[in-house]
């Protein structure tokens, strides 16, 4: 799908522009014209792409989905990747998934690729729809809406990671299992694939803040300034996070170690207690053909109630010696 926007002062707002006369209308200095590319092959976009004039390895680079964020200087325009954090959930798990933002930014226009919808670009489209402000100030300031709305869709995530951690801890003291252990592996793997993105792309935002370039306003640098601090303040955020992801498995194999010393000292005293009756029960229960030495009282009454007594006692005195030596 391709979505076209154009503002210029004192006209109505122009949507679904023609591809034939979208170069037309960058002669306007005056106006701001945003194209907007979504899931189109490249045998679309890269025709109208090259009415532009960038350069083919900008326009390379576009078209495929295996960049980190970056910042490209064209001199008449600059080539920017973003980074977008999407994922979905599946049985309370996290699978982050990555998408690319591709932006040029010109004097007067604003392209915009990725291949899937993404929620901060249609946000700021339906923003500039209904209140033309939103594009008065040139396609930079429409680029840091863009980018701001892409940073804010980060904090919704950033509190639903920390409320499931404080459940996981919950979770660790209480009832571990290894359904606990994969939402640890699930929340580390996205803030993993959070911390990727966020360093990368705070340089970018930290270049279009503090740089001198051509197609972006000096008054708008401390938009991007802005933006920047955010990125910094999510930054540390996720460490945070992951420092707490990190303390919740210590916490959860610590947890599972304990009881495994308790299963196994529990099985350990269950034999230690049941060794002297098995001993005495061997020993006794060992058939001969006829009693040797004329040992006839090993059958009688006497015998049976002394080994009685002694499988009765014997596991009582080891119970009170363990007792004792702080074993139990």
Known sequence: MIRT?????????????????????LTDPQGTLWVDFTSESPEVCEPILQRFNFHHLAIDDALKETHVPKLDDWGEYLYIVLNVL??????????????????FLGNNYLITHHDRPLT???????????????????????????????????????????QQIDSIEDQV??????????????LKRILLTMRRILLPQREVLNKLARDDYRVIDRKDRVYFRDIYD???????????????????MDTYLSVINNRLNDVMKTLTIITTLFMPITFVTGFFGMNFFEPVAQL???????????????????????????RRRTFL
Not at 87 to 102: A, G, I, N
Not at 296 to 310: D, E, K, N, P, Y
């Open 5 to 25: 926007l154009y503002y210029t002062a004192d006209k109505p707002l122009r949507t679904d522009i023609p591809v034939g006369e979208l170069v037309d209308l």
């Open 86 to 103: 999407s994922y979905h959930k599946e049985r309370e798990t996290f699978h982050p998934q990555l998408e690319e933002l591709d932006v």
């Open 120 to 162: 901060a670009v249609d946000h700021t489209w339906t923003s500039c729809q209904r209140d033309i402000r939103h594009v008065q100030d040139g396609p930079d300031h429409l680029l840091y809406r863009v980018v701001d709305n892409l940073v804010a869709d980060y904090m919704p995530l950033v509190e639903e990671i920390d």
């Open 173 to 186: 003291f209480d009832k571990p299992t290894p359904r606990t252990l994969e939402k640890i592996f699930g």
């Open 230 to 248: 955010h990125l910094v303040r999510l930054h540390d955020l996720n460490e945070s996070l992951r420092d707490l992801v990190s303390g919740a």
């Open 296 to 322: 006839f009282g090993w059958t009688s009454r006497a015998a049976f109630l002394a080994t009685m007594i002694l499988f009765l006692t014997v596991p009582a005195l080891m119970y009170t010696w363990m």
